[in-house]
């Protein structure tokens, strides 16, 4: 298959470019008789739109997701839905350079190198902008979760090198970085306003937790929970390392130690996050995953042009300094999208 | 699709458990008159082996690959090839005690909650012995590789919380642990042996780097080829985290400091890992992986039986103290794997 | 996966349905640099559209095939191509019936044990119209075929009883049923009426035939190229019988007359409808399909409503009175999907 | 994904040659705690073997079905079920001709052109012996569906031109071609020993019907029941065509005939073979295969040698006279496949 679809059961495609006619994503799989309006998209939508953090550019896409099949007087009907994001506030001008310069860290040289020529307008098909339809397949994916008691909550634990020391869950949604540490928060808004003009970029670390997860989803061998939730995660443009429970701190950690006891009232400690053999085993799974500094910066830096020669690029304009906070929305829709699937493919099975 | 079968093209499918007649592989979609013979797999299936380094339990099984199917006249004749290997060296008593206890940071509850029943001698689907079927498999795809100039190398970078300091290249396989610092795998082989006569197990960190992968390799959005590599290593039963070039270090990088300059000579750095944007960009691969320390350990530890009853376990006999040295041509397999699909994938559409 | 997509490489997924904002299809593998305008639908969309044969409803679509995604400067880039298709001309109030009686021979009743409830507007996502996105997804695969030299021929040869005694194929494009034999072509506008009249349907069967297809396309066991192109046509609502080469008549032939004697200068005769073994051979690739006569029917039909109850139906307004030829263009367009999807499957494996 | 599986959730891949190891299948998605033993193998497989009626060759394998993995305590585990026959009465010798002539109506000219160089013993990876697998994996798919009351029968409807004109579905056992018309079965019988002496073969039609269907079965658009069936059906080497219900016969039906009234009491009819919109609807589902005539026969043909120099081939040996009546265990086994896959499908989306 090729790389644009996600998922067996709960199939997610996404299409679209940056500044082409618009982004979406067909659904196919979705369970019928699920309510389903435009409203539902209002909120995950505006926590992945641009200019509401300190680290966010202030590109305003209204982005206003348009059902335009599988629903039916207000309920899916079991055939593809699929969503239209319109791009609007598009201005290709500043991108031109890009016919001829590769930007580093960008997926310019890459794509022509893999294509022979690509949609170079605001980042193509490798924008960032892709993950917005992401963002609305969670959404419905998380349709058939939140009824099952299956929640997500994901949050800022590092930025820019300054990491969190203590986690209140109640802080989240009052920090604008998505961090639930409230000194560390201010520590990063600092960080972020000299990084920003300094012409500079960072990245940082998000934590994710799945809570109410029944025990048994994820597929024994390659299709793993874990295995397809650091698909899920590490298919997303900055992130360059993920980690499930104690994740590389497991390394450190003897056998007596990072075993988890089972009592008759679950496990004693949760170093596993939530998945045992590759199958959720009912306890909150815990994922982490690595953003790196975004990579297009305000600073000189030295490139080539298509031709193989030494040229200098320096982007005009003004840019996220961090894909946090605006990836931990794009992350929990990925996450979403793997539950689902997996909930779906344990239906298919089980026998009680 | 269920989840035994892994990649698009070159799609291996792997059965079988540790206690049964044997386990194996299905290879579809490799291209035809390609040599095979039994002797190709031995150097591999003998990293793999058992009680060959101070981390292993003496097990020993032969691990000859017989080849059912596939090969005419000693070449890949494009139909499914089946990797065959019998299971000898078989005591499943130890194990009769797991169809009463769930052992501690194994499959053996997830499994149970998943399906009902399941195959507890030997960890049966579960048990790393599946993961020989890989390294075999492996192999077949390195027949696709090699001749390209795309070669592999892994070691380990830190066990038991020792870090390498420097990295030998030549000193790999030189030492017992694959570890390219003779101070540090010296450390290691002395803390092994203490923690064997505790009674418990280590966990590391494993690097695997690929160089010769030309650019191109790897789709956008979903299967990009660090996505697709992450779940190849994360679906190993031991990895609990996953990193490309940079990983975790990343997010404390700047931008400036993580972008990769392009020159007329190619990269100037590579903290990209040899990827961008899910694409491979002609620097070498680099990959690390957390492995988990043995959840079998001769300790006691808390338990409950099937009826949710409180135990206490305690496992006899002898068993590897870590995952490493032997995981790491497991990993090196599926990265292997996972290069040899997207190579395919890539012949699929390239049209100059 | 769910089975809104077709094909493993060059990959179609179709979404909408019939009195929704649109119908589209999301091509996914298609290789990159092809040039594809809004002009290159004009004449396809226009084969299919309803309102040019005697058979059809006067119902008229423009359907103009926007490129959402995937196309940049004129070219594919390699990324998902998006064609969306306004639905226009929608009155839904004929329809309101639907929602408490199932027509006869219709999906509305297994729509609804299947999903507990669908969109009976217009057919819902079960219409004739989403096959409009199919013939738009044709085109593209075309694209990739017609410089191979791969073309598509398809023909009525039998509609409502009426048989074809000769083959012109000059004369396809005069007939507005397709019909390559002008005696049984005339005869066949004649019964139309007739039947129009009586308020019923009619039923036929249509020939394609590929040329130009190298050998080697087609993969053993079950993708063999006659399977997938089995499915693929099967996969038209009215269609309801598919053979290839002699089909049903080699049932009566012997093995001395079936079998295709092999010269240096290629096949003596084509019994085999140009494939062996599930792998083309070379020669023209001959399939034929069965279409029911038009569901939809202007005389009172037996029914029952949701609660199960006996009720009469009698639809009002003007249907087609036969899917020939409208369907003639899907069967195209399916037919090269397939051999799109083949195509590039051998490019991956092909070594020479 | 490469061609030897099939199956969404139930999911069976086969490998093997006739003259190799042996020929088996990997099933992977078949739910836990089954009921699975190797006696459940002998009947279907016994069906299938050669030497049993009128038209077979003599060649007698044993075909027991060893179960390598996937079930425990003579249950499944929901892991890899794989089976393995294998191959003992094998003689490479006749075969050796085909190291340079392609046999017509064989698949030896297009395995050579796609691959290069292909397992020409015994008819390697094309030979009929690859539907033992199938046969196999068939009834594994029957433990599922038998319980819920979904029962096959497959019978012949035509042998040499020589057409049922009854139906006796107690006879069918009785009569060596599963022919359910005595007197048609003597007819065939006798033509069978007439064309035997001749050294010619002879195709047929075969009837499978399906009964205890529930209505829900199948997925829009492509993935419609019929669409999965005629690929399944096609997927075997000997068939050339595929119908359901009235199939091409409704092709000359009026819509008013071919419409299936809806009772209280169900369908009045059943024209369309149990299947609507690509759904099932609790009917019987009728499908019908056309089977062409065995392709080796002992008449001299024409043919070329690899460097594309004319030839004459004379097989020598004795050979089945039709692949009627073996086939027919084959058809039911991919029915079987397919109804058991589509049923897992629908459980996953089932909502009441």
Same mark, same amino acid.
Do not use: C, M, Q
């Given at each position: 298959m090729p790389g644009n679809s996600f998922g067996t059961l709960f199939r997610v495609t996404t299409f679209g470019e940056s500044h082409g006619y618009g982004i979406g994503a067909v659904i196919d799989g979705c369970p019928p008789r699920i309510s389903l309006q435009p409203e539902d998209f209002y909120a995950a939508m505006a926590a992945r739109?641009?200019?509401?953090?300190?680290?966010?550019?202030?590109? %305003? #896409?209204?982005d206003t997701v348009k059902i335009l099949s599988g629903v039916f007087k207000g309920l899916t009907t079991g055939t593809p839905i699929t969503l239209l994001i319109l791009n609007r506030d598009v201005n290709s001008r500043p991108y031109e350079i890009l016919s001829t310069l590769f930007r580093p860290g960008h997926g310019d040289y890459t794509y022509f190198k893999k294509y022979?020529?690509?949609?170079?307008?605001?980042?193509?098909?490798?924008?960032? %902008? #892709?993950t917005a339809a992401r963002v609305a397949a969670g959404v419905v994916a998380d349709k058939i979760l939140y009824p099952l008691g299956i929640e997500f909550t994901a949050f800022t634990v590092e930025l820019g090198g300054i990491r969190i020391?203590?986690?209140?869950?109640?802080?989240i949604n009052k920090s604008p970085l998505l961090c639930p540490d409230p000194d560390a928060s201010e520590e990063m808004i600092d960080l972020i306003s000299k990084v920003r003009q300094e012409g500079d970029s960072l990245g940082g670390i998000v934590e994710a937790r799945i809570s109410g997860c029944p025990p048994g989803l994820g597929e024994p061998v390659f299709d793993k929970l874990e295995a397809d939730l650091a698909k899920a995660v590490m298919?997303?443009?900055?992130?360059?390392g993920v980690e499930i429970g104690e994740g590389f701190g497991a390394a450190r950690l003897r056998g007596s130690e990072n075993n988890d006891s089972i009592t008759p009232d679950g496990f004693a400690s949760n170093h596993a996050g939530g998945i045992l053999a590759g199958i959720s085993n009912g306890e909150t799974i815990i994922i982490r995953a690595a953003v790196k500094p975004?990579?297009?910066?305000r600073l000189e830096q030295d490139t080539i042009n298509r031709e193989g020669q030494p040229a200098k690029l320096k982007m005009q304009g003004r840019y996220d300094i961090s894909a946090i906070p605006r990836i931990i929305p794009v992350i929990t829709a990925m996450l979403k999208i793997v539950l689902a699937d997996h909930y779906l493919r344990q239906r298919a099975i089980m026998t009680e």
């Open positions: 739109r641009p200019g509401k953090s300190p680290s966010d550019t202030p590109r %305003r #896409e209204k022979g020529h690509f949609d170079y307008t605001g980042g193509g098909r490798a924008s960032a %902008r #892709e020391k203590k986690i209140d869950l109640n802080y298919s997303i443009g900055a992130v360059k975004i990579p297009t910066i």
